[in-house]
């Protein structure tokens, strides 16, 4: 398997979990937890697929779906068990959107080989998927929240695509850069930075 | 004609309409009405079309985008003859769903031969039209509502898909497929299940 | 460069203000203003792009992108200036509105050779960016507004395709069209037209 589909397959099932703790706010079934974790799930790399025109990568692989399917199941029976669902949907979201951001920026590098196409679809990647979440479950986007978000992902993004155009391997850029974007929107959720 | 095409034109039709008396409940002009009709009709046969990566149903044929502003002009002159337009917005949007989840299982079978896309399909054809509608017309997703809405469609697509790959003819599978999805929502408004 | 290519980048260019003025109302950060204004400048042509089939056009050029990040930061460092931001936004809209109803009509015409579809993909490309952007923003949709909105998108985008047909050339047919749309549109805020 190719490494960096280790990102890819973290932030889908990340991304799912806050679904699914989007629906349990929500107080829905577990049809409701298996739709939300599904659409946070694959939304962000569905609107990333479709922009770069290659097949979407859930249609091609089901195994995301069942990746969403498990997440989904998995917080049903958990949920009750964390004292803040919110808070830990926000920490699941930052890992969600390292992971994302990358494997964005790699997809996009790959297929268009233009630097700065990689850092906007790390970017739409990292942030559909939650944008489509708030939007569907009512609550505010997470994008008007004062803590930094975007920032975190275009960060993140931008290292990936730096450090692999200067030469480092996959792997090698996509570690740090995950790192980066996880640690600043960590930070600013952690420290109130905005 | 292809038959199954009789459950894609009143998917559009009764869609169109729940459009419409969302904008006749937002007090638009015949335009809006027009507007939302179209928009909710068509909307998720075009999110299904773009994932699947086929020509999108209604830039081929337009008899579709017709059908929509026939429906507008008809629910405008005559919405206001009905008590509850909310209700009965709900009840078509209910048929809708019967015939969209079994029409987008349908083409999407008939697209990849996939069995878990084809489920897929059919719950995002007969949904997202109503989650759009909703959107923007700022009401309470109808994801949210106590009633059992993503369950129907569920039911439908995958019942149709089963017996569809059990050997029955599209016709045979589909009819009671659509009755399943109908009959599970309008149950769970009739009877308030949840 | 073909001439018509100007209505495109004067449709970005304000879209993208308006979305920078509605992330200045939130007061957003400059990355969140950059973001809302590339959300609102490409997203109307984005959805056209995806539906027509054609190559998304910023992921071929990357002057959009471009357009937008300039327009974001000179808003971003005078949007204090106007003493009612929500006004401007919507002046800069009616322009937008012009400009982007024609240039969808014109891109769909040429790529389908079908008036219905060239003025529905006018009314789409036109309306998409401000409906993205105020649902992004938490705000009451545009089309909601009892202003005339979508009517003046669709008569400009009309204008074009029925001028065009007739055999005026391109650049004949888009300026009164632009000019016929913002016009409906602007007297329908200035005169409260509804």
Same mark, same amino acid.
């Given at each position: 398997?190719?490494?960096?589909?280790?990102? /890819?397959?973290?932030?889908?099932?990340?991304?799912?979990?806050?679904?699914? $703790?989007?629906?349990?706010?929500?107080? $829905? /079934?577990?049809?409701? !937890? =298996?739709?939300?974790?599904?659409?946070?799930?694959?939304?962000?790399?569905?609107?990333?697929?479709?922009?770069?025109?290659?097949?979407? !990568?859930?249609?091609?692989?089901? /195994?995301? &779906?069942?990746?969403?399917?498990?997440?989904?199941?998995?917080?049903?029976?958990?949920?009750?068990?964390?004292?803040?669902?919110? @808070? $830990? =949907?926000?920490?699941? /979201?930052?890992? #969600? &959107? #390292?992971?994302?951001?990358? !494997?964005?920026?790699? @997809?996009?590098?790959?297929? %268009?080989?233009?630097?700065?196409?990689?850092?906007?679809?790390?970017?739409?990647?990292?942030?559909?998927?939650?944008?489509?979440?708030?939007?569907?479950?009512?609550?505010?986007?997470?994008?008007?929240?004062?803590?930094?978000?975007? %920032?975190?992902?275009?960060?993140?993004?931008? %290292?990936?695509?730096?450090?692999? $155009?200067?030469?480092?391997?996959?792997?090698?850029?996509?570690?740090?850069?995950?790192?980066?974007? !996880?640690?600043?929107?960590?930070?600013?959720?952690?420290?109130?930075?905005?």
């Amino acid at each position: 398997m190719n490494p960096i589909l280790i990102l /890819d397959y973290a932030g889908i099932a990340v991304f799912a979990a806050t679904g699914a $703790l989007a629906a349990s706010r929500k107080q $829905l /079934d577990i049809i409701g !937890f =298996l739709f939300f974790a599904a659409f946070t799930g694959v939304g962000g790399g569905t609107v990333r697929d479709l922009i770069l025109d290659v097949p979407v !990568f859930w249609v091609v692989n089901h /195994d995301y &779906l069942m990746i969403c399917l498990v997440t989904a199941v998995l917080v049903y029976f958990t949920a009750h068990l964390f004292e803040s669902r919110f @808070k $830990l =949907l926000l920490w699941l /979201d930052a890992i #969600g &959107l #390292g992971a994302y951001c990358v !494997f964005g920026a790699w @997809k996009a590098l790959e297929a %268009t080989g233009s630097p700065v196409i990689a850092v906007v679809m790390g970017v739409i990647t990292a942030s559909f998927g939650g944008i489509l979440r708030d939007q569907l479950a009512g609550e505010p986007c997470i994008l008007l929240r004062p803590e930094i978000y975007i %920032t975190a992902a275009l960060a993140g993004a931008a %290292t990936y695509t730096g450090l692999h $155009l200067a030469g480092l391997p996959v792997m090698a850029a996509a570690i740090p850069a995950a790192l980066v974007a !996880f640690a600043i929107r960590g930070g600013a959720m952690k420290f109130g930075w905005s």
